[in-house]
């Protein structure tokens, strides 16, 4: 198995930047997606942004333009930059890796890391 550990999280005000990073550890098959999802006070978990291990990104439409997602193989970390915060951006923010076409409740999770934007 794959273990996660999200770290980064804390208190910001809006329009401030904030970086997570997701190490991971354990049997890290390949190729894979590793993806950031977030879980605002009572919401469903969404999807926020994606990479391969072939580094290709995906991202979601609210975060667009706004957060970077990278990945460092060779360290097996993954990281998520989150700049222009928002308000809406509040939430738990949770680290994923799964194989390529499969859902991410398929894969591993970690923790999570409260990300909390302030006016």
């Known amino acids: 198995q794959v273990q996660l550990v999200e770290s980064g999280g804390g208190l910001v005000q809006a329009g401030g930047s904030l970086t997570l990073s997701c190490a991971a550890s354990?049997?890290?098959?390949?190729?894979?997606?590793m993806g950031w999802y977030r879980q605002g006070p009572g919401k469903q978990r969404e999807f926020v942004a994606s990479?391969?291990?072939?580094?290709?990104?995906n991202y979601a439409d609210s975060v667009k333009g706004r957060f970077t997602t990278s990945r460092d193989n060779a360290k097996n970390m993954v990281y998520l930059q989150m700049n222009s915060l928002k308000l809406e951006d509040t939430a738990v923010y949770y680290c994923?890796?799964?194989?390529?076409?499969?859902?991410?409740?398929?894969?591993?999770w970690g923790q999570g890391t409260q990300v909390t934007v302030s006016s």
């Open positions: 354990g049997s890290i098959f390949r190729p894979n997606v």
């Open positions: 990479i391969t291990s072939g580094s290709t990104t």
């Open positions: 994923n890796i799964k194989k390529i076409g499969l859902g991410p409740q398929f894969g591993s």
